[in-house]
């Protein structure tokens, strides 16, 4: 049997378990303190559910679950073909925070305050090709305020994220902000039609990856007229595309004018330490946006840490309604595999002291161990091995701050002192 775990999935070490409670634990205390509350919902989806729901490119990216007993026997002796493949399964792990919300809400609506302001701290998955960033399992953090459609839900989400990076040690972030509907009219204007601006949006929201030329390719690989293409090109590099530059463009000037407000309130009520910046090749790869879109991007972690935006359309997909909704998640797994290289410390942690004895002290051990827990420490009894210097080199790697021996002395040795 395989002792490592599947690729793209991790285990954790005790240090390391220790450093994703932290920060869990603190971003969960400022989304609490800003008057968001904490609910759960199933990874396991219903498959249709999953399939409806416009996540892009995620949809090819779900882990399906077989159907079960009788009900997959009778698919495979039915015989399986191309058309009948999605017959085999039933269910699906969920690849983001949002579509069970979606279904929560719709579920409980009844019993919820409107507008909603929920937190979702879980596990999510996707069947990705497992690489340096890039986990078929992984935490998001989010927030979700539903049931407005003012702009100063979007104020909300961002100074409270901005609070929660900041509080886990994040510095010189910027907010970058754009807007579905002002992005589909300046496509529209190129010459793509309404109906191809999703298929036009999910290549576009690849051009940090791949720039404009590459962008443009792909445009062209799924059959765009060549002119059209090349409008879009000019328009893209054609010198600074300012929010100001676009809005003269628009006939529509609303998705312009919300993001004006929403960018000189979040500089306004932070007291201009949260700066944001308009950028229209800010896409999001989700199809389910509707609106405003706004990721964080610091120059300190090289990308973005944290996205999000608004999807006034996907809770209706299960009440026949449409519901305003918007949300942030902060990008968890790339922010710990930066702070964990960097060594932190996790700050006014409690001391992990280890208290080692012989056979015959364990009840001395014991009151040791209590003396400390009434300090404020955390203490772990060991009976002392053979090779101790080797024991005592495992536990500051496994996180300890320090150790004491029964009967060798009174007080403990903290490890760097």
Do not use: W
């Not at 497992?130 to 992984?138: A, S, V, W």
């Not at 935490?139 to 886990?168: F, N, P, R, Y």
């Amino acid at each position: 049997m395989k002792i490592t775990p599947v690729k793209g999935t991790n285990d954790y070490l005790p240090g390391e378990a220790a450093l994703r409670d932290h920060l869990k634990k603190t971003i969960l205390d400022i989304y609490t303190e800003n008057g968001f509350q904490h609910i759960y919902t199933p990874a396991i989806e219903d498959a249709e559910n999953l399939d409806k729901s416009e996540g892009g490119e995620n949809l090819s990216l779900i882990f399906n679950i077989l159907k079960r007993g009788d009900k997959l026997e009778k698919v495979i002796e039915e015989g399986l073909t191309n058309a009948n493949v999605k017959d085999l399964y039933d269910l699906g792990l969920r690849y983001d925070l949002t579509l069970p919300l979606s279904r929560y809400f719709a579920n409980n609506r009844n019993d919820l305050i409107l507008p909603m302001k929920c937190i979702q701290i879980d596990r999510v998955y996707r069947a990705e090709r497992p690489q340096k960033g890039r986990l078929r399992e992984f935490i998001q953090c989010d927030i979700d305020i539903i049931g407005t459609e003012s702009s100063d839900a979007e104020v909300e989400l961002i100074l409270t994220t901005a609070k929660a990076l900041t509080a886990i040690g994040l510095k010189d972030f910027r907010v970058r902000l754009n807007d579905r509907r002002l992005l589909h009219a300046v496509l529209m204007d190129t010459g793509f039609e309404k109906k191809d601006l999703e298929s036009v949006c999910i290549t576009f929201d690849k051009m940090d990856k791949v720039g404009i030329e590459g962008v443009c390719a792909e445009l062209e690989e799924k059959g765009f007229p060549a002119n059209v293409v090349s409008a879009f090109r000019d328009l893209i590099s054609g010198g600074e595309l300012t929010l100001d530059y676009i809005k003269s463009k628009l006939t529509d000037k609303t998705p312009a004018e919300d993001l004006e407000r929403v960018m000189a309130d979040v500089e306004e009520l932070s007291g201009g330490s949260v700066k944001t910046e308009f950028d229209l090749s800010l896409v999001r790869g989700q199809g389910y946006y509707t609106g405003t879109v706004f990721e964080v991007v610091s120059d300190e972690f090289s990308g973005s840490v944290a996205g999000g935006g608004r999807y006034d359309r996907l809770i209706g997909k299960f009440l026949n309604e449409d519901i305003p909704a918007v949300g942030f998640s902060i990008g968890f797994e790339r922010i710990f595999a930066i702070l964990s290289e960097g060594d932190l410390k996790i700050p006014g942690g409690k001391k992990r002291i280890a208290v080692l004895y012989g056979e015959d002290d364990f009840r001395e051990a014991v009151k040791k161990a209590d003396a400390l827990r009434d300090e404020g420490n955390i203490a772990c009894l060991y009976v002392r091995p053979k090779k101790t210097g080797k024991f005592i080199d495992n536990l500051e790697k496994n996180g300890y701050d320090g150790f004491i021996i029964v009967g060798e002395s009174d007080g403990p040795k903290m490890f760097g002192s």
